[in-house]
């Protein structure tokens, strides 16, 4: 399991505050992703990054923000502009070359609005 | 974009019987579908891969067949064990990287 890791596992947050999730990865990959879970929604990418200093919104950027200053890092705000953030987050990595390849998750952060 | 829809959500069957799940795409575009599994608690992970250049790819108890025309496609597993009991989810995506999920179909084997 190791490789991406994700940090906190739990993470409370009253409302109005923003709060990063932390994402990093000793793989050597290229790209990068947040997905967002929901009971019953699968995963929802918010966004992605396919090199560093670069990245694209997914399908539910609205209220996230993110930096790729670093291969390895890929970290993820959760503003107050986004509505109902209690959820769990997961990132992704994997490697590119031109084609998708399969993406290793990290362990994920479960962010509770208080 | 890519939407892909994924059926049945639930799916309940007894040890030693086959389990299949279906996804549709809608990207004709899409060249790569994986099927994740994601036990209780932990993250997902990899089960098989297919690519649109093959129509089929068998792992032991696990295959995935693929139709490109009807732009879909499917997870079976025989021999089901307890063990299998999980959230599997499919996906589809184009060489850019951006995968698109299905919502996922918790399978629960029955001993």
């Known amino acids: 399991d190791g490789g991406i890791t994700q940090s906190p596992k739990y993470l409370f947050r009253k409302e109005g505050q923003n709060v990063t999730l932390s994402c990093e990865q000793n793989l050597n990959h290229d790209a990068m992703y947040w997905y967002r879970q929901d009971p019953g929604q699968g995963l929802r990418l918010i966004y992605y990054s396919q090199i560093v200093n670069d990245f694209q919104k997914g399908d539910i950027a609205e209220g996230y923000s993110v930096s790729r200053e670093k291969k390895e890092s890929f970290p993820l705000t959760v503003t107050s502009a986004q509505k109902n953030p209690t959820a769990f987050y997961l990132c992704?990595?994997?490697?590119?070359?031109?084609?998708?390849?399969?993406?290793?998750f990290g362990p994920g952060t479960r962010l509770t609005v208080l | 974009g890519e939407n892909v829809e994924q059926h049945p959500s639930t799916l309940s069957v007894q040890e030693g019987d086959s389990a299949v799940i279906k996804c549709t795409y809608s990207?004709?575009?899409?060249?790569?579908f994986p099927w994740y599994k994601q036990e209780l608690g932990k993250r997902p992970q990899l089960i098989i891969d297919?690519?649109?250049?093959?129509g089929e790819k068998k792992d032991q108890r696990i295959a995935v067949t693929l139709n490109k025309t009807a732009k879909h496609f499917s997870l079976h597993i025989t021999e089901t064990q307890p063990e299998d009991s999980a959230v599997y989810f499919c996906a589809a995506s184009r060489n850019n990287n951006d995968m698109r999920f299905g919502a996922g179909t918790r399978l629960t084997v029955k001993p």
């Open positions: 990207d004709s575009a899409s060249n790569y």
């Open positions: 297919i690519r649109s250049n093959v």
């Open positions: 992704a990595s994997s490697v590119t070359g031109g084609v998708q390849n399969e993406q290793f």
